[in-house]
């Protein structure tokens, strides 16, 4: 099976690459080019993820 055949999997990978980069010390408030991958990493593995996850409620709060 591919990673085309499989979004899940290739979200997976995407999200194990943008974990190990900051692991390995990136930092994510940093403008690196790391941290741009790990940043693009993780936006597409949401994107493959789908609007088929459920999402948590959230809160909402004023002031």
Known sequence: ????????????????LADALEEAGVNPSGSSNAR????????????LDGPDKPRKPGRVVGF
Do not use: V
């Open 1 to 16: 099976m591919t990673y085309a055949d499989n979004p899940q999997r290739l979200a997976r990978l995407l999200r194990d």
């Open 36 to 47: 741009h991958l790990m940043d693009d990493a993780r936006s597409a593995a949401r994107e």
